[in-house]
């Protein structure tokens, strides 16, 4: 089944403790991003792959790091969490950057930093 | 900010039409125009997309106006089970650059 995996679903830890999400396609998509959603500002995109070893700022990127080593796995890298990165985040991968393909996107991670 | 402007909030009734529309004045000659949905507790999921000439698939349908500066998701015949948050958003076909999505319409359906 074609999917986008995320990795924790779940994660509560605390300020300064560093961190990485996992994300997966199996696909072999060439385009990644993640963005985070916050209630009352809908998804803002933190940052973008468009293939290996080439990746590119969104819209808040401050305080994450990405890396695109291999085409499937697109981490999410926070090194030191802050409450401010409390947030729900969502991982989406399409065939290509083109703007005539569709995003798939995975089920989430919710992230609490105390 | 966003290069979409949709409505807060819409209502409709179940077994009726949806027409969620959506403007976008300062869409370029190359932006694609996207459409997702995001159902309570998962993540966006794709609905349709298109360019100029309106749209169908086994989703909906879109309209897209003649100068392109707005158009509208149509749902032919609205379930429960539609009772989501609508993404409006724009790709540029020719060159990459980051995706911006606003904060949608929450579409509620009245049984």
């Known amino acids: 089944e074609a999917q986008v995996t995320q990795n924790p679903r779940y994660l509560i830890t605390v300020t300064g403790k560093k961190l990485t999400v996992t994300c997966s396609q199996n696909?072999?998509?060439?385009?990644m991003s993640w963005y985070r959603q916050d209630p009352g500002l809908g998804l803002r995109q933190i940052y973008y792959?468009?293939?290996?070893?080439?990746?590119d700022k969104g819209d808040v990127p401050e305080g994450y790091k990405v890396s695109r080593k291999e085409k499937r796995n697109f981490p999410l890298i926070l090194e030191s969490p802050s409450p401010n990165q409390t947030s729900l985040y969502f991982c989406?991968?399409?065939?290509?950057?083109?703007?005539?393909?569709?995003?798939?996107f995975g089920d989430g991670t919710r992230l609490s930093i105390l | 900010d966003a290069k979409t402007t949709q409505p807060n909030s819409m209502e409709s009734n179940e077994e009726e039409p949806v027409h969620l529309p959506c403007n976008h004045s300062?869409?370029?000659?190359?932006?694609?125009i996207h459409w997702y949905r995001q159902l309570p507790s998962q993540g966006p999921e794709y609905v349709i997309h298109?360019?100029?000439s309106n749209v169908n698939n086994r989703m909906a349908s879109l309209a897209i106006a003649e100068d392109r500066k707005s158009s509208t998701l149509i749902l032919h015949r609205a379930t429960l089970r539609d009772a989501a948050v609508y993404y409006c958003?724009?790709?540029?076909?020719?060159?990459?650059?980051?995706?911006?999505f606003g904060k949608g319409t929450r579409l509620h359906i009245l049984p």
């Open positions: 298109g360019l100029t």
């Open positions: 696909m072999n998509h060439e385009y």
């Open positions: 792959s468009m293939n290996v070893e080439v990746t």
């Open positions: 300062t869409i370029s000659g190359t932006d694609y």
């Open positions: 958003i724009l790709r540029d076909g020719y060159r990459d650059d980051k995706i911006i």
């Open positions: 989406a991968s399409s065939l290509n950057w083109a703007g005539n393909q569709p995003q798939h």
